[in-house]
């Protein structure tokens, strides 16, 4: 990825920061893009500490003036995106029933429109050079129905099929488009569902209350795991594969 200019959003920790980082090693030139400007300069100053380039541009995604500013930002500052990487993403527990409407507009907001809006403005640029690439950061909810997780995966099978009709519009310029989903992933996100200490242990081995059948090969995810899959499919190695969900969990949800 020597000379590529790689914008992540949802990167001042989790999974987009580890997306970062492997892009970053892999010689892409990074910019950093979350609303945690506090969040977003650890993160440079971590990949900048391990000899990456990157640069950090603080930004709200669900402001579509923001969104248009900071993209502004990035290619004068560094240059044409050539990949784009949707990482952000919020999660509000609760049933469907009781989720209130703040929780909804609030998923929904981060994880689907804030999918949009950034794709939409990045491949409008993409578009006139013919080339490029995107990868959206779903999860393997947005196929299989999960207790509590009503708005969150509502919010990433929008932005799954968004992603895909996107990818086949754009195709005929060189430019793919496809999805990583994650299923539990060793992160605040996900630690931040677990009651007490036995978490870990329920989320690998599953809750038939839940309807959850575990993680067949017996660990959660790395961050570094996801990322791995997130760069295979921004790279040439890649180059013709669009359209595509990559399942990132260990077996979690059985193939399907």
Not at 159 to 171: I, P
Not at 176 to 191: E, F, I, Y
Not at 230 to 245: K, M, Q
């Amino acid at each position: 990825m020597d000379g590529k200019i790689a914008l992540v959003t949802g990167a001042a920790g989790g999974i987009g920061a580890a997306v970062a980082h492997a892009l970053g090693a892999r010689g892409a030139t990074v910019a950093v893009v979350d609303r945690d400007a506090d969040g977003v300069l650890h993160t440079v100053q971590k990949l900048t500490a391990d000899g990456v380039n990157a640069e950090g541009f603080p930004a709200d995604i669900t402001d579509r003036t923001e969104v248009g500013h900071v993209i502004d930002s990035v290619e004068q500052r560094l240059g044409p995106v050539d990949h784009l990487v949707n990482a952000a993403g919020v999660l509000r527990l609760a049933e469907a029933r009781h989720l209130t409407d703040e929780d909804w507009d609030a998923t929904l907001a981060v994880n689907a429109t804030g999918v949009f809006t950034m794709s939409r403005a990045v491949v409008n640029r993409m578009v006139p050079r013919g080339r490029g690439a995107i990868v959206t950061v779903a999860s393997n909810a947005a196929g299989t129905a999960r207790t509590q997780m009503a708005a969150y995966a509502a919010s990433k099978a929008a932005a799954t099929m968004f992603t895909k009709c996107l990818g086949l519009e754009v195709a005929r310029h060189g430019i793919r488009c496809n999805v990583v989903a994650p299923g539990s992933t060793d992160t605040p996100m996900l630690s931040s569902m677990w009651q007490d200490g036995s978490g870990r242990r329920t989320t690998i081995a599953g809750r038939p209350d839940e309807y959850r059948v575990g993680i067949p090969l017996g660990k959660l995810a790395m961050p570094s795991d996801i990322a791995a899959a997130v760069a295979f499919l921004l790279s040439d190695e890649a180059g013709h594969i669009t359209l595509h969900s990559l399942t990132v969990d260990g077996g979690a949800t059985l193939g399907v």
